[in-house]
């Protein structure tokens, strides 16, 4: 979620928006929306629409969007490839309670034995 405070009145959807309002925006949700994406609840690694607003827009758009896609990368590679068959051990996710930074309390996690295997530079890493 971020937020801002409205420069001028608008109406949006039906809603108006004063100068001033403070506006919350759900970047979340709005990464969700079916009308922008093909099955938008599926963690898909092969996606290519690329309109998603996770690192925001505009002026704002993140500085560090791509160290964290570096780093987002390096990991989840790292994390797939050490922990062979890896897989949910919950039924249901229990959400923190937090609508600025969304995600899960905790992640019960199953795996086989972990192998090992050389980092992306030839040695272990964790
Ligand atoms: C997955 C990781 C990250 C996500 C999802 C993320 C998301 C965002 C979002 C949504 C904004 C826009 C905020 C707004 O419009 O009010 C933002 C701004 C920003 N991010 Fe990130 N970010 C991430 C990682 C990073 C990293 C690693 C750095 C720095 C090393 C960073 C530095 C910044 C800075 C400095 C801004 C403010 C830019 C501005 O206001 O002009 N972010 N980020």
Same mark, same amino acid.
């Given at each position: 979620?971020?937020?801002?405070?409205?420069?001028?009145?608008?109406?949006?959807?039906?809603?108006?928006?004063?100068?001033?309002?403070?506006?919350?925006?759900?970047?979340?949700?709005?990464?969700?929306?079916?009308?922008?994406?093909?099955?938008?609840?599926?963690?898909?690694?092969?996606?290519?629409?690329?309109?998603?607003?996770?690192?925001?827009?505009? @002026? /704002?758009?993140?500085?560090?969007?791509?160290?964290?896609?570096?780093?987002?990368?390096?990991?989840?590679?790292?994390? @797939?490839?050490?922990?062979?068959?890896?897989?949910?051990?919950?039924?249901? @996710?229990?959400?923190?309670?937090?609508?600025?930074? /969304?995600?899960?309390?905790?992640?019960?996690?199953?795996?086989?034995?972990?192998?090992?295997?050389?980092?992306?530079?030839? /040695?272990? /890493?964790?």
């Amino acid at each position: 979620m971020v937020s801002r405070w409205a420069y001028s009145d608008f109406e949006i959807d039906g809603k108006v928006i004063k100068r001033g309002d403070s506006v919350n925006l759900m970047l979340g949700s709005a990464n969700r929306d079916q009308e922008q994406f093909v099955n938008p609840d599926e963690l898909n690694f092969q996606r290519e629409e690329s309109k998603h607003c996770g690192f925001g827009s505009g @002026i /704002h758009f993140c500085l560090g969007a791509t160290l964290a896609r570096a780093e987002a990368t390096i990991a989840l590679n790292t994390l @797939i490839n050490r922990l062979p068959n890896l897989n949910l051990k919950e039924d249901a @996710i229990e959400w923190a309670d937090n609508i600025v930074f /969304h995600g899960p309390k905790h992640l019960h996690l199953t795996f086989s034995s972990p192998r090992d295997v050389k980092g992306l530079w030839g /040695h272990d /890493h964790v």
